[in-house]
T-cell receptor, first 115, second 112 residues
Framework: GAVVSQHPSWVICKSGTSVKIECRSL??????MFWYRQFPKQSLMLMAT?????????EQGVEKDKFLINHASLTLSTLTVTSAHPEDSSFYIC???????????FGPGTRLTVL | GNSVTQMEGPVTLSEEAFLTINCTYT??????LFWYVQYPGEGLQLLLK?????DKGSNKGFEATYRKETTSFHLEKGSVQVSDSAVYFC???????????FGQGTELSVKP
């Protein structure tokens, strides 16, 4: 089946530093990748959609300069949280979709804690 | 607009009890409907889906039927296990290639 991995699975950083989260599709080429944020006991909030080789499309209210998304290849997308602050602490989940699959496959998530 | 509404949790059941988690949706056209499950500390896994009216999705003993007349996609299981404890998300996709729209999630806790 289609597998999506994320790295790291959890990260703790100091306020003001930047953190990069990787999302990889392991056995398929992901033409589109999605980044979600999930607060405790809440639903997933779509942050942005990225297509390989083009700029990400951000949802309303998401700061594109704060959350940098790069979809450089068909198997890798990265989310960089720049100058992280405690309010950025959250569970970040990516998902990937290939043109041959009519569904999205989700990664296991990355727990970010900003001190 | 498009939206998904789920019954509020948490839902607490004893092992082998019957489960129903209600899900209703609002959408134009003919969306695809999904149930995802999230186990503690993990990402989402697709549980089942249905792409047109009257389709029944099923997996691991869970079932849901796409009811266009009531705009519903209720999740059911005849006999739950402790291992089914998780958060369940109902979702719709308005059209092929469109974005998934999630309900708020329903936490299920199954006690031995």
């Amino acid at each position: 089946g289609a597998v999506v991995s994320q790295h790291p699975s959890w990260v703790i950083c100091k306020s003001g530093t930047s953190v990069k989260i990787e999302c990889r599709s392991l056995d398929f080429q992901a033409t589109t990748m999605f980044w979600y944020r999930q607060f405790p006991k809440q639903s997933l909030m779509l942050m942005a959609t990225s297509n390989e080789g083009s700029k990400a499309t951000y949802e309303q209210g998401v700061e594109k300069d704060k959350f940098l998304i790069n979809h450089a290849s068909l198997t890798l997308s990265t989310l960089t949280v720049t100058s992280a602050h405690p309010e950025d602490s959250s569970f970040y989940i990516c998902s990937a979709r290939a043109s041959e699959y009519n569904e999205q496959f989700f990664g296991p998530g990355t727990r970010l804690t900003v001190l | 607009g498009n939206s998904v509404t789920q019954m509020e949790g948490p839902v607490t059941l004893s092992e082998e009890a019957f489960l129903t988690i209600n899900c209703t949706y609002t959408a134009t056209g003919y969306p695809s409907l999904f149930w995802y499950v999230q186990y503690p500390g993990e990402g989402l896994q697709l549980l089942l889906k249905a792409t047109k009216a009257d389709d029944k999705g099923s997996n691991k003993g869970f079932e849901a039927t796409y009811r266009k007349e009531t705009t519903s996609f209720h999740l059911e299981k005849g006999s739950v296990q402790v291992s089914d404890s998780a958060v369940y998300f109902c979702a719709l996709r308005p059209n092929q290639g469109g974005k998934l729209i999630f309900g708020q999630g329903t936490e299920l806790s199954v006690k031995p």
